[in-house]
């Protein structure tokens, strides 16, 4: 299993941006689809962003799709969530996770691996 270390979560204004920062550990980073996924309070986890093991696939929420980006650097190790024109909605806890298949995580919403999560709160 990878491990995997979020940053970058904090207090945000709506229509402002922050991005999310997930580290990876181990040299295989680039053998293992990453996403987010994010968990409200009182709410379900739910998919995000998942992004294949090349970056070339990208699915991603209807919520956020044209506001947030998946993208990844596998010399870094390191899969990034830049979140624009971010909602109160959008308020969350923010995890990272890793699994074999990019698409499998987004219909499954499971991974084999997960991050500790960052709080991103968004002010109206």
């Known amino acids: 299993q990878v491990q995997l270390v979020e940053s970058g979560g904090g207090l945000v204004q709506a229509g402002g941006s922050l991005r999310l920062s997930c580290a990876a550990s181990?040299?295989?980073?680039?053998?293992?689809?990453m996403g987010w996924f994010r968990q409200a309070p009182g709410k379900e986890r739910e998919f995000v962003a998942t992004i294949s093991m090349s970056g070339r696939t990208t699915y991603y929420a209807d919520s956020v799709k044209g506001r947030f980006t998946i993208s990844r650097d596998n010399v870094k190790n390191t899969v990034y969530l830049q979140m624009n024109s971010p909602k109160p909605e959008d308020t969350a806890v923010y995890y990272c996770a890793s699994d074999s298949s990019a698409y499998g995580m987004r219909y499954s919403l499971s991974a084999a691996s997960w991050g500790q999560g960052t709080q991103v709160t968004v002010s109206s």
């Open positions: 181990g040299r295989t980073f680039s053998s293992y689809a």
